[in-house]
């Protein structure tokens, strides 16, 4: 019996408070109180947004957020949405050692038993940027996804482990672990369309208008709907970047049209395990 089209909307959001400006250096009272505004107001501004829905979904928390906004965090579990795993602070494992990155990942998954009662099993990398190191200890830790890759669009894949990539000889792939890659995107990310940040060797100029970045929201589901039988679109949000007012109204006008197209709203650890029944590691 043919199985029926279902098409898969995500809607995750990156609990980063304070977190990301500190780990770029920028803990000033100025950048401070932006992370601020996510965890005071944004936060619950999402929350009150996905009730009068009934949608789902994932949130990705820091161990830094988890001790410092506490009662925030307790809200949004307490409100059933997933609680993933976002490294200790916000530094990119990239950029730490094997030993450095080990440690905030049970650092913080210590936090997250603390409020859920059980340590994460969904992780998505600070800044989307694994080390060598990332699969080797998200496995040994048994988590059973990521979401911090873009090798796929809509459909979910076995992230590979041992990977040689040199510049002057051809790529050399791993083999296919049992660790599900849910896909992401910068295009389907709000901060890089939104944030305007300065730096004293970069600026990232944000401030697009949201309705043209509604746009290309909701035609990336539309093709997902119109050329595959079954996927996911995974949309990553942040509570300081998409908890503006005029953010929030693109929101609702998101979720809105996703609603009335066939979406069907799931936190991404369930949607790695409707991915994992249709396609069981070998």
């Given at each position: 019996?043919?199985?029926?089209p279902?098409?898969?909307a995500?809607?995750?959001?990156?609990?980063?408070?304070?977190?990301?400006?500190?780990?770029?250096?920028?803990?000033?009272?100025?950048?401070?109180?932006?992370?601020?505004?996510?965890?005071?107001?944004?936060?619950q501004?999402?929350?009150?947004?996905?009730?009068?829905y009934?949608?789902?979904?994932s949130?990705?928390?820091?161990?830094?957020?988890?001790?410092?906004?506490?009662?925030?965090?307790?809200?949004?579990?307490?409100?059933?949405?997933?609680?993933?795993?976002?490294?200790?602070?916000?530094?990119?494992?990239?950029?730490?050692?094997r030993?450095?990155?080990?440690?905030?990942?049970?650092?913080?998954?210590?936090?997250?038993?603390?409020?859920?009662?059980?340590?994460?099993?969904g992780?998505?990398?600070?800044?989307?940027?694994l080390?060598?190191?990332?699969?080797?200890?998200?496995?040994?830790?048994?988590?059973?996804?990521?979401?911090?890759?873009?090798?796929?669009?809509?459909?979910?894949?076995?992230?590979?482990?041992?990977?040689?990539?040199?510049?002057?000889?051809?790529?050399?792939?791993?083999?296919?672990?049992?660790?599900?890659?849910?896909?992401?995107?910068?295009?389907?990310?709000?901060?890089?369309h939104?944030?305007f940040?300065?730096?004293?060797?970069?600026?990232?100029?944000?401030?697009?208008?949201?309705?043209?970045?509604?746009?290309n929201?909701?035609?990336?589901?539309?093709?997902?709907?119109?050329?595959?039988?079954?996927?996911?679109?995974?949309?990553?949000?942040?509570?300081?970047?998409?908890?503006?007012?005029?953010?929030?109204?693109?929101?609702?006008?998101?979720?809105?049209?996703?609603?009335?197209?066939?979406?069907?709203?799931?936190?991404?650890?369930?949607?790695?395990?409707?991915?994992e029944?249709?396609?069981?590691?070998?």
């Amino acid at each position: 019996m043919p199985r029926m089209p279902r098409h898969i909307a995500c809607l995750t959001f990156d609990f980063d408070a304070m977190s990301g400006f500190i780990s770029r250096g920028m803990s000033s009272p100025s950048p401070i109180s932006r992370g601020e505004f996510g965890a005071n107001v944004g936060a619950q501004r999402i929350l009150d947004l996905l009730k009068k829905y009934d949608v789902p979904s994932s949130w990705y928390i820091p161990g830094h957020t988890l001790e410092t906004y506490a009662d925030q965090c307790k809200r949004v579990f307490d409100a059933g949405h997933e609680i993933g795993h976002h490294g200790w602070t916000h530094v990119p494992p990239a950029a730490m050692t094997r030993e450095q990155e080990e440690e905030g990942l049970v650092r913080a998954n210590i936090q997250i038993r603390k409020l859920t009662g059980k340590y994460a099993r969904g992780y998505r990398s600070p800044s989307w940027d694994l080390s060598p190191h990332s699969v080797e200890l998200l496995l040994k830790h048994n988590f059973k996804y990521d979401s911090s890759m873009m090798g796929d669009d809509y459909t979910p894949y076995r992230v590979r482990q041992g990977d040689v990539i040199e510049l002057e000889k051809p790529a050399v792939f791993g083999k296919p672990t049992k660790l599900i890659e849910m896909p992401v995107s910068w295009s389907l990310d709000d901060y890089p369309h939104f944030e305007f940040v300065r730096t004293n060797t970069t600026i990232l100029p944000g401030n697009m208008n949201a309705h043209h970045v509604l746009q290309n929201w909701t035609d990336d589901f539309m093709y997902l709907r119109d050329h595959l039988d079954w996927g996911v679109i995974t949309y990553t949000f942040h509570p300081f970047v998409i908890g503006r007012g005029h953010r929030m109204i693109v929101l609702e006008k998101l979720i809105r049209t996703l609603k009335d197209n066939g979406a069907v709203f799931m936190r991404l650890g369930e949607a790695a395990t409707e991915f994992e029944q249709r396609a069981p590691a070998s």
